[in-house]
């Protein structure tokens, strides 16, 4: 088979679609190889059966204090300003329930203990560790106050040690002993979940912005086509439809797959998303709810909150249930459980990777680690310029 394209990228996902971008203006013909129906990645978002806007594979927020990845985003689309706020919904000693705002903070401590009270800690805390700091409970743990040490301890129990186990299947401890150690407190009344400088939402939504992305006269996008069908590892030279490639080849999916698991498969954290529309303006008032003492799922999630959709009389969320991956077809690896011993297997794939000096691992499947979104764009765009100067 002919070969038409300088660059071969399985994958239109950040990884895949932004380097793709990036080569073509450069003057590269890019052959896109997406195995779903769609581009976008694990950011596609579409209309449900309702109407209602919603991501597929979970809820995204951009936030990012790269100035360079938000200008170079912004030529595909406009932003609604859309500031993430999430509360903790908790059981109270009542009977009843209550929320607070996580990260933990100044308001959080005057609804978990009262006003007077929450006010006498929070400014116990000021005193001791400035307004405005995040304080991690390590810190608060190490206080020889006695009382601000017992704050860390229900911080711990209240907002992270139950939704970590939720998540992760293991204690905070088994993971990694300094996520603990990194929980924050923030001695502040800013609420927002997230304080970058730049904020938002791709105002018609995060598919259409990829595909304004992908449109360029050198590049071919072929979706539902599984590159691993295209590319043959299996000698001492990378060929491509049979024929040997030496054009560039990004790879964005799993590594673990793209060498037929033959060090065994990398572990994984996979998500039942259940969705669900309710015949209501609005369920719970807030864009994301964490449970972070009780119930099966981590979190629920309502788009329109998200999204800024006027739509009355319909709404629809979604729950977040985590679960150990177990590689069967529909499955999705969406979180790497990252350890020294997991790293070194994919440490292994990667040396056979390294082989083939025109093959790129690039994203967060490919390199087993996790990206925010506008981390994973930063490292196309550098991955781009690197070979282009090449
Ligand atoms: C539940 C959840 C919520 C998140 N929320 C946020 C958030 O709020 N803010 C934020 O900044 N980040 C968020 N992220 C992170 C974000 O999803 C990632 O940064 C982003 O998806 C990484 O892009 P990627 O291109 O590396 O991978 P992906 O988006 O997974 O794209 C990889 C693409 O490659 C395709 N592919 C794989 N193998 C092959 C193959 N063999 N042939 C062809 N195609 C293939 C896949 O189908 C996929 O489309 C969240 C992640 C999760 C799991």
Known sequence: MEQTFDVLIAGAGYAGAVCARSLAEGGKRVLVLERRGHVGGNAYDCPDEAGVLIHQYGPHI???????????????????????RVVADIPD??????RYPVPFNLT????????????????????????????????????????????????????????????????????????????????SRDDRYFQDACQ???????????????????IKVELGVDALERLDLSGDVLKVDGVPFEGEVIYTGQADELFRFQYGPLPYRTL???????EKDDFQGYGTVNYTVDQDYTRITEFKHL????????????KEYSRAYGGILGEIPYY????????????QYKALADRFPNLHLLGRLAEYKYYNMDAIAGRALDLAETLLAK
């Open 62 to 84: 951009f936030h990012t204090n790269d100035s360079r990845v938000f200008a170079w985003l912004s030529r595909f689309t406009q932003w609604r300003d859309y500031q993430h």
């Open 93 to 98: 000693e009542k009977g009843g329930r209550m």
């Open 108 to 187: 959080s401590l005057e609804t978990a203990f009262g006003p007077e009270e929450g006010k006498r800690l929070g400014d116990k805390l000021i005193a001791a560790y400035g307004a405005e700091k995040k304080v991690t409970i390590l810190e608060l743990r190490q206080n020889p106050d006695s009382e601000i040490s017992a704050l860390a301890d229900y911080v711990y129990e209240h907002v992270f040690v139950h939704y970590t186990m939720k998540q992760w299947g293991q204690k905070p401890e088994d993971i990694d002993p300094n996520t603990t150690a990194r929980v924050p407190v923030f001695l």
């Open 200 to 218: 938002g939402m791709p105002l018609e939504g995060y598919t259409p912005m990829f595909q304004k992305m992908l449109d360029h006269p050198n």
């Open 272 to 278: 039942d998303f259940r969705f669900e529309t309710l």
């Open 307 to 318: 999204t800024g959709q006027v739509l009355p009389g319909k709404t629809t969320i979604v």
């Open 336 to 347: 790497a459980i990252i350890n020294p011993e997991n790293n070194a297997l994919y440490g």
